[in-house]
């Protein structure tokens, strides 16, 4: 079936960098932006930005410009995102979500809590 | 940037209630407005695209309006398993994207 499977939850240190990974099956890759969203605990949904895999092209959030990069490697169907320069308030669980077109974020991954502390 | 206030922060209602959740866009954005379902501990789930259209396989007592700067979200007779947060979402034309603050929903 369709699904997006993320890594697992990582620690890291103030001011590392963290990189999460979200691989698709169940549909063509290369056919759907990628994007990437984060929850605080108790919090919000934040958008960061997406990827699209075919084209490479990103558009990122203003808030993440400068600390976010958006990659992807097609011949296995993966998704990352990378935020360097963490801080304790970087604190949250991340999603990976496909958007369908203009259509909303039909399927999302399950989530990887990324922890900053020292 | 459009900022999008979504209200009541949180809302208690009884089983069979019709509950109703407004997003309101500080400008115009014609129908680019979406709504998720988040329940405890899971990833969201798309409920309504483009203000008023059902996502496939979502139960018909979901539904959405509105559109320039107002918007609205109605549960129409309200179940156990509706109990979740919703948000509302913004996209442009780029497309970049706004979440609102959410709204909690529980059974009174």
């Known amino acids: 079936q369709v699904q997006l499977v993320q890594s697992g939850a990582d620690v890291k240190k103030p001011g590392a960098s963290v990189k999460v990974s979200c691989k698709a099956s169940?549909?063509?890759?290369?056919?759907?932006?990628i994007n990437w969203v984060r929850q605080a605990t108790g919090q919000g949904l934040e958008w960061m930005g997406w990827?699209?895999?075919?084209?490479?092209?990103?558009v990122y959030a203003q808030k993440f410009q400068g600390r976010v990069n958006m990659t992807s490697n097609t011949s296995i169907r993966t998704a990352y995102m990378e935020l360097s320069s963490l801080r304790s308030e970087d604190t949250a669980v991340y999603y990976c979500?496909?958007?369908?077109?203009?259509?909303?974020?039909?399927?999302w991954g399950h989530g990887t809590m990324v922890t900053v502390s020292s | 940037d459009i900022q999008m206030t979504q209200s009541p922060s949180s809302l208690s209602a009884s089983v069979g209630d019709r509950v109703s959740i407004t997003c309101q866009a500080s400008?115009?954005?014609?129908?680019?407005l979406n709504w998720y379902q988040q329940k405890a501990g899971k990833a969201p789930k798309l409920l309504i695209y483009?203000?008023?259209d059902l996502e496939t396989g979502v139960p018909s007592r979901f539904s959405g309006n509105g559109s320039g700067t107002d918007f609205t979200f109605t549960i129409s007779s309200l179940q156990p398993e509706d109990i979740a947060t919703y948000y509302c979402q913004h996209y442009d034309n780029l497309p970049r994207y706004t979440f609102g603050q959410g709204t909690k929903l529980e059974i009174k």
């Open positions: 979500a496909r958007a369908d077109g203009f259509f909303g974020f039909d399927i």
């Open positions: 169940g549909y063509t890759f290369t056919s759907y932006d």
């Open positions: 483009d203000a008023s």
């Open positions: 990827m699209n895999p075919n084209r490479g092209n990103t």
């Open positions: 400008q115009d954005i014609s129908n680019y």
